[in-house]
């Protein structure tokens, strides 16, 4: 995975079929995600449950671009080397999950991945000021975590402070959350470049009708990169 801040969208598979996951990977990849994004919940740490480790690893055979995992569960730590195994080329812990972050990261870059932080719409960009040389991505929760579909909170200005914490490290400003074709210009004139997207990528189609798919991840790319120019 070579960095690059080039317009990336990242399908999130939680809005996905799942009784017919392989296919529906496929349909995204041949029709522009970048990236495909997975959500972990363990009912404890966001009030909803989804998939573990042995699931990640089956879904893994059928990405062909780069896997993308989100744990919102708490504790990480003891789950890191079993997503390893599964194949995340990117692992993302929640920095509200537990009280040792820097260690939480500096294992998942011993497991070979790329270290991802996300945090919280409460969570202010200055907490990861002193985490900034162990992160590959900082994942800025655009809604709360946990669900799917919901309405897209403005953290613009917190994209605009990790810019400034940044600089011109290679780490990838991530959003999640709320994500379509009118929010994508907001966030990406505010700097981020990946953009996750769920609902507004697997609507009104199927991996039988994929051109669907197709024409949301272009609107959501032509969002983002009409205010890049724009600005
Ligand atoms: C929310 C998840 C998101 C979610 C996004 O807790 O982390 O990845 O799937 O879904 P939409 O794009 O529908 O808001
Ligand atoms: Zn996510």
Known sequence: MEFNRRIKIAPSILAADFSNIGREIKAIESHGADWVHV?????????NLTIGPPAVKAIRKHITTVMDVHLMIAP???FVEAFADAGADILTAHIEAGPHIHR???M?????MKAGVALNPGTPASAISN???QIDLVCVMTVNPGFGGQKFLNMSSKIGALQKIIGDRPVYIEVDGGIDSKTASIVSKAGAHVLVAGSAVFRNGSAHQPNSYGHNINAIRQSAHNTTTAS
């Open 76 to 78: 990480v730590d003891p």
């Open 39 to 47: 959500d972990v919940m363990d009912g404890h740490f966001v009030p």
């Open 104 to 106: 939480t990261l500096q």
């Open 108 to 112: 998942i870059r011993h497991n070979g």
């Open 131 to 133: 985490i900034i040389n």
